[in-house]
């Protein structure tokens, strides 16, 4: 059976960084397109970022570009999201997920296809 898991949220002031990790039990990553998710309260799951199978391409929604970065290890064990310039609107849950298709990643109607998603690892940003 496959699980993920997050690790790395925590609380942390506005400005300051977090790097939020994914690790695998059951699987590797090769071969998988890796992202991440968020969620606050009362709100839909937000996609924060993705990157393919080979890394040669990265998303991030526009509400992060310049600040978060998604990188993974080569042993293709773990990944990350690298979250600088951390604001209090980026105040999540962040949830990783791991699939066959990176255009999954993409569409919200295709989320529910990703293969492989992780409990979620709370991050909050104070003011």
């Known amino acids: 059976q496959v699980h993920l898991v997050e690790s790395g949220g925590g609380l942390v002031q506005a400005g300051g960084s977090l790097r939020l990790s994914c690790s695998a039990s059951?699987?590797?990553?090769?071969?998988?397109?890796v992202g991440w998710f968020r969620r606050t309260p009362g709100k839909e799951r937000e996609f924060v970022a993705a990157?393919?199978?080979?890394?040669?391409?990265?998303t991030y929604a526009d509400s992060v570009k310049g600040r978060f970065s998604i990188s993974r290890d080569s042993d293709e064990r773990t990944f990350y999201l690298r979250m600088n310039s951390l604001r209090p609107e980026d105040t999540a849950v962040y949830f990783c997920a791991a699939g066959s298709t990176y255009s999954h990643f993409m569409a919200p109607s295709l989320r529910q296809y990703i293969n492989h998603w992780g409990q979620g690892t709370q991050v909050t940003v104070s003011s």
């Open positions: 990157t393919t199978w080979n890394s040669d391409t990265a």
């Open positions: 059951g699987l590797t990553f090769s071969g998988y397109a």
